[in-house]
């Protein structure tokens, strides 16, 4: 049995990583949602972080293994459960692609807090609505056109040879981007229809469509990483 370490009431970077264990139908516990009596609850994940070497959640233990950081992780579990590719330099481009995704996450991250984390959204609101006009009008279309054009040279996917764990980031990447900017997302989406093709696929795989669905999935939020801020969409 995997066990998933990640906050407790956010979908963060864990749902990447939820996604994928949903998906090949794997027995894992979100050991933090548990019960403090059944082991859960944050202290756990203060235990594991003491007695390890890792910096910050997700942290994904399999028997005696332990390892963290989200493109990583997926590497791990794409490897285990055939979604990553055979080929070294296929494997080499699911993590790039993967590792591109967690960078547009922090960016993403970044638009309703710029200055710092510890700050309130309240406490750095003008510098908010300055970033945002650079993520709508450059960054969400300088990463969007890019994924666009692997999909179109891949057959659909954003790796050639088929569905890896990359999918399932970008998946999770437009659902947030839906949440948190919907206008920019329609206006976006709108010319890239192989982006939004690779989407509709991913929400219709079985498990993916009976985990969405599921108090499994927790619901975006205001405290995550994606937030919905009308200001901020324009």
């Known amino acids: 049995m995997y066990e ?131 993520f709508r009008d450059v960054r969400i279309p300088k990463f969007y056109s890019h994924l666009e054009e692997m999909i179109s040279a891949n057959g659909g996917y954003l790796v050639e040879g088929g569905l890896s764990h990359a999918d399932f980031s970008l998946f999770q990447i437009v659902e947030g981007m839906r949440y948190a900017f919907p206008k920019s997302s329609a206006r976006l989406e709108s010319d890239r229809p192989r982006l939004v093709a690779l989407h509709a696929e991913i929400a219709a795989r079985p498990n993916i469509q009976a985990y969405i669905i599921s108090d499994r999935r927790i619901p975006f939020n205001k405290n995550g990483i994606f937030r919905y801020y009308p200001e901020l969409d324009g």
């Open 4 to 134: 998933l370490y990640y906050w407790p009431t956010i979908q963060g970077r864990g749902e990447f990583v939820r996604l994928l264990l949903e998906d090949v139908g794997a027995d894992y516990v979100d050991v933090i949602r548990r019960p403090k009596e059944d082991g859960g609850g944050v202290d756990a994940l203060r235990i594991l972080i003491n007695t390890t070497r890792h910096f910050a959640p997700p942290i994904l233990r399999d028997a005696n293994i332990t390892i963290s950081q989200t493109p990583i992780i997926m590497d791990y579990l794409g490897t285990k459960h055939q979604l990553t590719p055979a080929n070294e330099d296929a494997r080499r481009e699911a993590l790039r692609l993967s590792m591109l995704l967690a960078d547009f996450l922090v960016e993403a991250h970044d638009v309703h807090h710029p200055l710092a984390k510890e700050l309130y959204y309240e406490d750095q609101l003008d510098e908010a609505l300055r970033r945002s006009l650079s």
